[in-house]
């Protein structure tokens, strides 16, 4: 794929695997949460709750979509069957290993109740953002400057950051070249 990049969320995702049983990843749509993931485990089972067939079976019995799921598993817009949560609780309680579940969405699932009273205290949520240029051009971050920010020397042409405004920092109308095709994406985007 043309448009993957190294995220800086990358390493936190990593550390983050080793520590919590369930981990949220969320983001706009499109910013890359599973493509990232699938990056970073490329051997794991993924199931998308996009899928008709997929949400149905999950809604109809969390315990039986679970328990034929192989760990760990990634629930991409797990918000769209919130029994999951439920279940995904009782499954961590009975045995804690860090990285059974990684769940992405679009909305933070986080802030329903029904969410947030299940998978307290069992959940590291991170947030992915846009690409920001570092990420898109495989710079890493700097570490610290000393030297105060009026006196530093630009990382990027102000051309490059004001193109980079354009596409809003989605991987997908970052490298469309063409400013037509870049707005028609952002035309259909909704």
């Known amino acids: 794929m043309a448009h993957t990049r190294d995220r800086l969320l990358k390493m936190r995702i990593i550390k983050g ?20 993931l699938k990056s970073l485990l490329p051997d794991t089972n993924v199931v998308s709750l996009d899928k008709e067939s997929e949400v149905n079976s999950a809604r109809l019995s969390a315990s039986v979509y679970l328990a034929r799921q192989p760990r760990p598993l990634i629930i991409d817009e797990v918000q769209k069957a919130p029994g999951l949560f439920d279940e995904i609780k009782g499954i961590v309680d009975e045995k804690r290993i860090p990285g059974q579940f990684i769940m992405t969405g679009s909305a933070s699932f986080q802030s329903k109740d029904q969410a947030r ?37 630009p990382r990027f042409p102000i051309r490059e950051f004001m193109q980079s405004l354009e596409t809003g920092g989605l991987p997908i109308p970052m490298f469309l070249r063409s400013t037509d095709e870049r707005n028609q994406y952002w035309e259909s985007w909704s």
Not at 127 to 145: D, V
């Open 117 to 153: 009273e299940s998978l307290t205290g069992r959940i590291g949520t991170f947030y992915l953002y846009p690409m920001n240029l570092a990420e898109a051009h495989h710079k890493k971050l700097s570490p610290e400057r000393t030297t105060p920010i009026h006196q530093q020397a």
């Open 17 to 36: 695997l080793k520590l919590w049983p369930c981990l949220g990843v969320f983001g706009l749509r499109q910013v890359g949460k599973t493509t990232l």
